[in-house]
């Protein structure tokens, strides 16, 4: 099975920066949407914000204008930074390759090993 390799999270306190990142295989980057996820204790699992192959983005309303979502080709990597962060914003992250139509985001089966983002003061 394809294994995205993630790197990134932490302890921040409210209003700092963290910024995420995420390893895929050449294949599977070139021709999926990437998209980032968050988990908190027994609530279901979200997309965070999604960019596809050619570089169009979408984003969660909560974190419109704090979290930026991008991608390098040429390192098969796509990251996530995170600004101005809340509490709200504690969950485990998971990357995830998928496919998009629209504003509809379809996870495949390739997840990220997830990573603990914990924002407290």
């Known amino acids: 099975q394809v294994q995205l390799v993630e790197s990134g999270g932490g302890l921040v306190q409210p209003g700092g920066s963290l910024g995420l990142s995420c390893a895929a295989s050449g294949s599977i980057f070139r021709i999926n949407t990437m998209g980032w996820f968050r988990q908190a204790p027994g609530k279901q699992r979200e997309l965070v914000a999604a960019i596809t192959s050619g570089g169009s983005t979408n984003y969660a309303d909560s974190v419109k204008g704090r979290f930026t979502i991008s991608r390098d080709n040429a390192k098969n990597t796509v990251y996530m930074q995170m600004n101005s962060l809340k509490p709200e914003d504690t969950a485990v992250y998971y990357c995830?390759?998928?496919?998009?139509?629209?504003?509809?985001?379809?996870?495949?089966?390739?997840w990220g090993q997830g990573t603990q983002v914990t924002v407290s003061s």
């Open positions: 995830n390759a998928g496919i998009s139509s629209n504003s509809d985001y379809y996870p495949r089966n390739y």
